[in-house]
Antibody, heavy 115, light 107 residues
């Protein structure tokens, strides 16, 4: 059974960089597609991007200038960095598996941007 | 980007009612359409994948239909545990996009 678990800070200051990690069990990050998605009351569910083939990435054009997704195969984890955070980036952040998404999602982590 | 719309945005129904939610894509997405159920404080849970396929473990009262641009999620007999928000999501092209959601509550 594949399981995903997000970790990282729940509070980030404006202009700082958010760093989140998704730990994967029951599957290898060296295969398949690994996504970040976020959800806010204002924007709903928003796909951030995915990483596949141990390092190829596709990002949402709306966030592309600020996003980096990377993978650490030694720890079976993948990560999200989102820079220049503003209040508009306050959301629940999810990691998920699959090129079209689907069954495997983490439980989500609430990230608040505030000074 | 492919825009996803849903109707209605909310509905009230009684236990046992047949409930239908529609989803429309701005461009053809073949059958690359997932339906999710989300309850407060939880991650979305996939109900239907590839437009018509019931995810393992999901009750058979849920069904999906459609292809191209128009899709439907049907709950054949609404149960109390079905009260939630339902989202469609296209997996045809990046950026992957979601509908705005349909909130289902009890009449």
């Amino acid at each position: 059974q594949v399981q995903l678990q997000e970790s990282g800070p729940g509070l980030v200051k404006p202009s700082e960089t958010l760093s989140l990690t998704c730990s994967v069990s029951g599957g290898s990050v060296s295969t398949n597609y690994w996504n970040w998605i976020r959800q806010s009351p204002n924007k709903g569910l928003e796909w951030i991007g995915f990483i596949y083939d141990t390092g190829s990435t596709v990002y949402n054009p709306s966030l592309k200038s600020r996003v980096t997704i990377s993978v650490d195969m030694s720890k079976n984890q993948f990560s999200l960095r989102l820079n220049s955070m503003t209040a508009a980036d306050t959301a629940v952040y999810y990691c998920a598996r699959g090129q079209q998404l689907g069954r495997y999602w983490g439980q989500g982590i609430l990230v608040t941007v505030s000074s | 980007d492919i825009q996803m719309t849903q109707s209605p945005s909310s509905l009230s129904a009684s236990v046992g009612d047949r409930v239908t939610i529609t989803c429309r894509a701005s461009h053809s997405i073949a059958s690359y359409l997932n339906w999710y159920q989300q309850k407060p404080g939880k991650a979305p849970k996939v109900l239907i994948f590839a437009a018509t396929n019931l995810q393992s473990g999901v009750p058979s009262r849920f069904s999906g239909s459609g292809s191209g641009t128009d899709f439907t999620l049907t709950i054949s007999s609404l149960q109390p545990e079905d009260l939630a928000t339902y989202y469609c999501q296209q997996g045809y092209s990046t950026p992957l996009t979601f509908g705005p959601g349909t909130k289902v509550d009890l009449k």
